[in-house]
């Protein structure tokens, strides 16, 4: 069924509203903590949870990051195709409403990322978990929505077949 019409199109631009809230919360954040904390710094909350300002020349847990250079564009212009591919998925699919939260959720932390990736060539990262000395790699919002999206894909594949099959979740 062609999405025509107001409501198709209120209902898409929703979701491209989500991706940019998504993008404009990472970079107030992002702002913020470069505002308040110098490189390295440290502010320990709980046992388990501290805000920490680094960054991140490469892609998820500083894969690449040692590359010399290229992964930056490389990066980004994948998370700029990928973010196409959403926008159409977004339109095509916009009644789908799990769907699109996950697909809005990943374009806009991709996007988020992308902006420091452009502006500054690497990306700010500041929250960090560990359970005693055992420390996750520092992380940002944008990655939080990313990650948060794909949980979301991976449960709304689950819950869409159960429905097509007659089942209730």
Partial sequence: MPNTGAGSASRYIGWLAVALL??????????TIVSNLHDYQLIRYTSFFDLVLVYNTGAAFSFLAQAGGWQMLFFSALALVIS???AIALWRHQH????????AGIMGGALGNVIDRLRLGKVIDFLQ???GTHYWPAFNIADCA???GAMLLVLDSFLSKSDKHGNTP
């Fill in 96 to 103: 789908q409403s799990r769907f699109c939260m996950a697909l």
């Fill in 22 to 31: 998504v993008i404009l919360l990472d970079q107030v954040s992002k702002i």
């Fill in 84 to 86: 196409v591919i959403i």
């Fill in 129 to 131: 978990l560990h359970i």
């Fill in 146 to 148: 990313i990650v948060g």
